[in-house]
């Protein structure tokens, strides 16, 4: 079966983002930061984070609801986040996290060890090892903001500076957004390339998925109450985690090896429903020996529809990524995504029946709709 999804509106981010294919970009490809009650496009650039308001932008209004300055170049450091509120932003750099608030000052910071492997530094600033080629490319934590905008979540590598006995691990720290104080810290014992956090419509829950390269995925759940800080491992590490459903009640992997997705359910992590990839091959109209596989971008559409895309090595034909919906509840393929106009990149799931995905270039942004009226089934 194959989709036909209507199209609610399109927008450019940033406005005068490069238009001519080739042309050199100082920003990274648009972002999704999403929680209950707002929904965020974010960009980096060479010099800051920006933030557009998804509400606004669909009613016509482009300009960035929040800029902040960044205290490192593009590309240096982790991911980053943008408060709910609009009032911080929480940069994650190889040896800090860096906050600015609204005004660009430098709310807070946490320093902790650097996160290029064999460096036992705690630097004191990234003029210490800007333009060094040790530190050209080092492994990165990530952080998010809670859904009130209370407590910063951040994967960090370990000692911190005020550690009495140094300890060299990595670390998942809860932060008190206002002040920068460590509230809560668990070990997460692994040794991380890379890492991104989910967050969850309730405040005192978050996920944290750490990628190890070929070594494998791991996946941790945790639950602060502002007191204790209660940490979760999913799994055998080798799910990544990727979106939790609107309600909070379920949540979406997909196998290291992206052989399968799956819908979990998160009250004890277990496995719902598993979605091969080889599903796809009866949806084919291509007779490709190729078997597709799970791209590690996808999401909840809504409660009962997951959208993903789905790829296969060095084939023509299908070698560009096709968006599929599955049935959340059932653990089916429903069908393919038709779009009526070009697209690129991986669909960003909005949790309310809606999805982003880019148009023929990165920085146009096009707003799809499952509208039972408005999208024709084939």
């Known amino acids: 079966m194959r989709f036909t999804p209507h199209l609610v509106t399109s927008f450019r981010v940033p406005p005068n983002a490069p238009r001519v294919p080739g042309t050199a970009s100082t920003a990274d490809t648009p972002a999704v930061q999403r929680w209950p009650h707002r929904r965020l496009i974010v960009i980096r650039r060479d010099d800051e984070l920006s933030a557009y308001d998804l509400d606004r932008l669909v009613a016509g209004d482009d ?5 902040f300055p960044a205290p490192w170049p593009r590309g240096v450091g982790g991911v980053d986040a943008v ?11 190889p040896h800090a996290l860096h906050a600015i608030d609204a005004t660009g000052t430098v709310s807070w910071q946490v320093r902790h060890a650097c996160w290029v492997p064999h460096c036992l530094s705690l630097h004191e600033s990234y ?13 990165q934590g990530s952080c998010w903001i809670s859904a009130d905008g209370s407590t910063v979540w951040a994967h960090v590598r370990t000692p911190l500076p005020e550690d009495a006995e140094p300890e060299y691990d990595e670390a998942w720290l809860v932060i008190d957004a206002r ?6 810290r668990v070990p997460t014992g692994t040794a991380a390339a890379g890492s991104h956090h989910v967050p969850h419509p309730d405040p005192g829950q978050m996920g944290l998925s750490i990628g190890e390269g070929q070594d ?40 290291h090896h992206q052989g399968d997705l799956a819908v979990h359910r998160l009250a004890d992590g277990a496995v ?17 020996a ?6 590690y971008v996808c999401g909840f559409v809504d409660e009962r529809t997951v959208i993903a ?19 959340a509840t059932q653990g089916e393929v429903l069908g393919r995504v038709e779009y009526p106009l070009p697209v690129s990149e991986s669909p960003m799931a909005l949790g309310d029946g809606t999805w982003l995905t880019c148009g023929d270039e990165p920085f146009q942004l096009l707003l799809w709709s499952l509208d039972p009226v408005k999208a024709r089934v084939s």
């Open 127 to 139: 003029e210490e090892y800007a333009g060094d080629g040790e530190h050209r490319h080092p492994d």
């Open 63 to 67: 300009t960035p609801a929040a800029r």
């Open 272 to 288: 719902l429903h598993e979605v091969a990839a080889d599903q796809l091959q009866s949806h084919r109209a291509s007779d490709s």
């Open 216 to 255: 494998g995925v791991p996946l941790r759940w945790g639950r602060w109450d502002g007191v204790r800080f209660a940490v979760t491992s999913i799994g055998d590490d080798d799910r990544s985690l990727i979106d939790v459903s609107p309600s909070g009640e379920l949540f979406l992997t997909v196998a």
């Open 83 to 93: 408060s709910p509120t609009l009032d911080l932003a929480v940069f994650s750099g």
């Open 309 to 327: 895309s789905a790829a296969e090595d060095d084939e023509e034909e299908y070698g560009a990524q096709r968006h599929w919906l599955v049935d």
């Open 179 to 184: 002040d920068g104080r460590v509230l809560g």
């Open 290 to 295: 190729e078997e597709p596989y799970w791209d």
